[in-house]
């Protein structure tokens, strides 16, 4: 079956460590995306990337980073420097025709102490 | 810049009742419209969307209509069940320079009693 995979679904970590949550999608999507959700609020964009070697910037992008090596995966680093790094994690993807609608995992939640 | 308002929950109702969501938004351009469903824990579902103005979206008994005049895109169901408790998100996607991104509104909370 198609879809996108994140692993894994809890993430326990104490402060001052690096954390890499991974992505993977087997739908043959150009696109990709990591957003935060935090308790009552929607989706913010953390990055994206259209295309394999590139990524943006999107509107939270302090203190995380990521790479786009394959064309699949597009795993997200939190860093130490992420001030309220304990979050729910969402990752999607998106193909480049018409509707422009996004597919997502099934989430990472990432606690943080 | 673009931006999603969806009304305040939690919307609780009872089996059966009738549902209304309220999503308004701001964006220049012809923005794609979307509705998504969160349950507990899990990633985000494509409910429904509509790409143009007056397309109406449907799945699963959901309907959501593109009104352009009052940039409107509100999402309706005639007779919710249980298993519709869930978080509904409101959003929009423009495509040229905005790569797709997508846009949320807050969400709404939705219970539903037997």
């Known amino acids: 079956d198609g879809g996108i995979t994140q692993s894994p679904k809890y993430l326990f970590r104490k402060e001052g460590q690096n954390v890499t949550l991974s992505c993977e999608q087997n739908?043959?999507?150009?696109?990709m995306y990591w957003y935060r959700q935090d308790p009552g609020q929607g989706l913010r964009l953390i990055y994206y990337?259209?295309?394999?070697?590139?990524?943006q910037k999107g509107d939270i992008a302090e203190g995380y980073s990521v790479s786009r090596e394959k064309k699949e995966s597009f795993p997200l680093t939190v860093t130490s420097a992420q001030k309220n790094p304990t979050a729910f994690y969402l990752c999607?993807?998106?193909?480049?025709?018409?509707?422009?609608?996004?597919?997502f995992g099934p989430g990472t939640r990432l606690t943080v102490t | 810049g673009d931006s999603v308002t969806q009304m305040e929950g939690p919307v609780t109702l009872s089996e059966e009742a009738f549902l209304t969501i309220n999503c308004t938004y701001t964006?220049?351009?012809?923005?794609?419209l979307f509705w998504y469903v969160q349950y507990p824990g899990e990633g985000l579902q494509l409910l429904l969307k509509?790409?143009?103005?007056?397309d109406k979206g449907s799945n699963k008994g959901f309907e959501a209509t593109y009104r352009k005049e009052t940039t409107s895109f509100h999402l309706e169901k005639g007779s919710v069940q249980v298993s519709d408790s869930a978080v509904y998100f409101c959003?929009?996607?423009?495509?040229?320079?905005?790569?797709?991104?997508?846009?949320f509104g807050q969400g709404t909370i939705l219970t539903v009693h037997p």
């Open positions: 999607a993807s998106r193909s480049s025709g018409a509707g422009y609608e996004q597919y």
């Open positions: 739908l043959n999507h150009d696109a």
């Open positions: 990337s259209q295309i394999v070697n590139d990524f």
């Open positions: 964006a220049t351009g012809y923005p794609s």
């Open positions: 509509a790409t143009k103005a007056d």
């Open positions: 959003a929009l996607s423009r495509g040229g320079t905005s790569y797709g991104k997508l846009t």
